[in-house]
């Protein structure tokens, strides 16, 4: 009885990490899924499946999208990809976010492709710090016990039969955290069968062996005529008949949804070879899963369940899919109670295949019925302890038999709504409740940014508070068939920990692998089906229409009572002049009275020291300026501010930062509401500056704030007679990557240099370029770059302008810089362009074209790959002296 009772706990903790919770962290922002009838049939085919395959890669967009569609849409296999990074240290294609925000997009970018080619999403804590040329470098910074364990973690949770990695585990991988990927793969496939690796974590899940680990490899790896016999292959570029397109074309929808990347793709159609090595485990001969039973004999009893799956196939209506509910509804009963039933003792993986089918099952008799359900919020933000409204709406356009018992949230201080009603076909039964979050519940800030990590590492909570019930019992009462046809009722808990007063919290090792932060609310539905009972979870949204896109769903949000935006990056000072810091403050409930100030360090001074604020409205901002100066005690350097609002004694000092972008749900995030503040000695020269943005950066505020004129540019903008009213013309980073309208526009670019104007050009992706010379001499873009923010710097020609006027540039200039010093430096030059600095990574020859300058006529010319988009944002000092000095050449 001990044993029985014990492996009941664990396996119930198994099939609550494996599933409930993963819809939990998954099902938000969406429209209520609807499937055609050829999808239903495809899921039901998929029922029939029990196989899994895990990927595995570095960052948002390795993966490779063609074999995850194949597998999940094709083999019908579970299907997953494991990115080790959320790709916070890349650029951005389509906004200034950067860092947090960027990873945030980038996370969100994964899910919309996993949505499209049928995988799932996991991540470890590692964090993107920038662009690494080795795993040993890579090693030094990530904390690899750890990522190692998240990746073993996963691996137990999902027990794959293959596992897959994108690349090898060696130099040619091209990136530090390619071949960190690799290696840690190679290492998690004996640590996750180990029971000594990881220990900690076998109180929830148990070993897993997979059957073997293989790299998928191909062009960008082999050598030029290498034999490919040699590699396991496989035609992954197959056509689908139930979803009408080929996996090639269900890749590059997948692939396109990396917008901030720029990986717009391309369909491909026809045959597509797959090409793979065994890294460990036995080979693959005939097929991807040798040696894997695929069918439902891998299930202790499991074979009549296979035999009533094969009946519901044979039998599907294509015209009438609600015909196959008592299918289904008799494939749900055969699957029994997986805990109480004895088979299963001992068989985690069982268990898990039966509840994982079972969710399946569920899913597939609410697409059969056409059942719709949905809870909408009235609105997308609410505060704790403030009430808000849900409505939610139930619609079933089938004959099939079936009664809404009853709705209820799970999250909140509410009590149940008991209905009692038959579905009647195409009477739709709508009602209203009011929901609440307590006090224990913070904001819905991602989970992995509610603490302070490394520069390589996320650290995670010990506990993220889901919710505070203040119900009387946290658990459903659900009911179930045994194997051997008998009813047995059994207590199915949703929650990992449950303390005293009824708190639900995730603990910091369920919250591992998982790519967001639960709904903020789920509404079950509890509806009996052919006599049946279902619960179907539902996460809460926020609906409304927009005149353009139509209906939007949002996720609802959890706001503190009041937020404080700083409005600017960073604050210069090049004297002892005023400036002025703005504050917003946001109400997050109605009726927010307080006062706000500034924290500033020692030697800088604020007038006034605080500002009252009364908020009457929900949403409603007052905006209050500062104004700030440095007195004769602040020290020269970078320090910082910080905004701080404090309300009934309490103190807030956590933003308001809304990501809105159409291709993803919207996303809000509370960063800390501090600033940069910069005391530095600077002199400029000229005031008129010319911006034409690229890809989106900081830059043009930087440059108001060391006192320049910035005129924003549009491509049309650029005449020879507009041009020469500005001292200097800047282009945005990737300009010529993402400004189709160079290309006609280049000719006066060029003349205005020639006539004596001074163009600064930020770094260019080496591809993808709208014209193949960007500058007046001829240059080639390359992939150099130095990584090591700070690498020692040469100064090439002490006597260059660019290093004395009208700020003399000295190798401390590029010291406390982050993430990395440049990226896309020119791999060959024309000799009429200058050379000005030179560094490099440990163990490299010297990069020398981090700046290049060309006199052309009677003006200049400078191409530049320093990353001063992220350096100046962030307040480096030595960053904006370089730039006036750039934008004041000539002058």
């Not at 996963?154 to 794959?160: A, E, F, S, T």
């Amino acid at each position: 009885m001990t044993f029985r009772r014990t492996f009941r706990t664990a396996a119930l903790l198994l099939v609550l990490l494996t599933h409930s919770f993963l819809h939990a962290f998954t099902a938000q922002a969406q429209a209520p899924k609807t499937y055609s009838s050829s999808e239903i049939l495809l899921g039901l085919k998929k029922l029939n499946v029990l196989g899994s395959a895990l990927y595995i890669a570095a960052h948002p967009d390795d993966e490779n999208t063609r074999l995850l569609a194949y597998l999940a849409n094709g083999r019908l296999v579970e299907t997953g990809y494991l990115s080790c990074t959320r790709g916070d240290g890349g650029q951005n294609l389509i906004g200034p976010e950067l860092r947090e925000g960027l990873g945030v997009i980038r996370t969100q970018e994964l899910l919309a492709a996993r949505r499209v080619d049928g995988g799932r999403q996991f991540f470890t804590r590692a964090n993107d710090f920038g662009f690494s040329k080795t795993a040993a470098e890579t090693f030094t910074i990530w904390d690899k016990e750890q990522v190692l364990a998240d990746m073993v973690w996963v691996i137990r949770q999902r027990r794959p039969d293959v596992m897959i990695t994108r690349f090898p585990p060696d130099a040619r991988a091209g990136h530090g955290h390619h071949t960190a990927s690799a290696m840690l793969a190679i290492e998690a496939f004996d640590a996750a069968a180990d029971p000594k690796r990881f220990p900690e974590q076998l109180q929830y899940v148990q070993p897993w062996q997979a059957k073997r680990l293989l790299w998928n490899t191909g062009s960008f790896f082999v050598k030029a005529g290498e034999d490919m016999s040699q590699y396991f292959q496989l035609d992954a570029g197959g056509f689908n008949p139930l979803l009408g397109r080929s996996y090639g074309e269900i890749a590059a929808e997948s692939r396109t949804k990396h917008k901030s990347q720029g990986f717009g793709s391309s369909a491909q159609r026809g045959e597509a070879p797959e090409y793979f090595q065994l890294l460990k485990g036995t080979p693959a001969k005939t097929d991807l899963f040798d040696g894997v039973d695929l069918t439902w004999n891998r299930v202790p009893g499991g074979a009549a369940v296979g035999k009533l799956v094969d009946e519901v196939i044979r039998n599907y209506d294509a015209a009438n899919p609600s015909a196959s509910v008592a299918g289904l509804i008799a494939v749900r009963k055969s699957f029994g109670n997986p805990i109480s039933n004895g088979n299963n003792i001992g068989n985690t993986s069982a268990m898990s295949w039966l509840f994982g089918k079972r969710q399946q099952v569920d899913a597939l008799i609410q697409a059969c019925m056409g059942l719709h359900l949905e809870a909408t919020a009235t609105s997308t933000t609410v505060a704790m302890n403030q009430p808000v409204e849900i409505n939610w709406q139930v619609l079933s356009p089938s004959n099939v038999r079936a009664k809404l018992l009853r709705v209820r949230s799970t999250a909140y201080a509410v009590t149940d709504s008991a209905i009692d009603k038959a579905l009647i076909s195409g009477q739709l039964l709508t009602g209203k409740t009011t929901i609440e979050p307590t006090v224990g519940m913070g904001t819905t800030q991602p989970y992995w940014l509610l603490n302070s990590g490394t520069v390589g590492m996320y650290s995670l909570p010990d506990k993220y508070v889901l919710f505070q019930s203040r119900l009387k019992h946290n658990r459903f009462i659900t009911n179930a068939f045994g194997l051997d046809g008998k009813r047995t009722n059994y207590t199915d808990p949703y929650t990992t920990v449950t303390l005293s007063k009824g708190d639900i919290v995730y603990g910091k090792q369920m919250l591992v692998g998982h790519p967001q932060n639960p709904a903020v609310a789920d509404m079950h539905f509890y509806i009996t089906v052919e006599e049946e009972f279902l619960d179907f979870a539902v996460p809460v949204q926020y609906k409304h229409t927009d005149p353009v896109h139509g209906e939007i769903y949002e996720p609802l949000t959890v706001v503190p009572p009041v937020m404080v935006n700083i409005g600017g990056q960073a604050f210069v000072f090049a004297d002892n002049a005023p400036k002025t810091v703005p504050v917003t403050v946001r109400a997050g409930k109605a009726g927010v009275k307080g006062s706000v100030a500034l924290t500033l360090p020692a030697g800088w001074q604020s007038e006034p020291a605080s500002y009252p604020f009364d908020l009457a409205a929900k949403d409603a901002e007052q905006t209050v300026q500062f104004q700030v100066r440095p007195g004769a005690g602040a020290k020269e350097g970078k320090t910082e501010l910080r905004a701080v609002a404090t309300v009934e004694g309490q103190a807030y000092s956590r933003g308001y930062q809304v990501i809105d972008y159409d291709h993803i749900p919207t996303q809000t995030l509370f960063p800390e509401a501090t600033a940069p503040l910069v005391k530095l000695d600077l002199k400029r020269r000229g005031q008129q500056i010319g911006y034409l943005m690229g890809a989106g950066d900081e830059v043009p505020e930087a440059l108001r704030q060391i006192g320049y004129t910035v005129t924003l540019l549009k491509p049309e903008d650029l005449t020879e007679t507009n041009l020469r009213r500005f001292d200097a013309v800047v282009l945005g980073i990737r300009a010529y990557n993402t400004v189709e309208q160079l290309k006609a526009r280049q000719p006066a670019l060029l003349k205005y240099v020639e006539q004596g104007g001074n163009v600064v050009v930020q770094y260019v992706v080496n591809r993808g370029t709208v014209l193949p010379e960007i500058g007046p001499y001829p240059m080639t873009l390359g992939r150099d770059r130095v990584t090591v923010e700070d690498a020692p710097v040469t100064l090439l020609n002490p006597t260059q302008p660019l290093l004395n006027t009208p700020n003399r540039i000295r190798p401390a200039d590029f010291k406390g810089w982050e993430q990395e010093q440049g990226l896309y430096y020119p791999a060959k030059w024309d000799p009429r362009y200058q050379t000005v600095i030179s560094s490099q990574d440990p163990g490299e020859t010297p990069k020398e074209s981090a700046i290049l300058v060309a006199n052309y006529g009677k003006g200049h010319y400078i191409y530049t790959g320093l990353s001063l988009f992220r350096e100046l944002p962030a307040g480096v000092p030595g960053a904006y002296r370089i730039l006036t000095n750039m934008v004041s050449l000539g002058k």
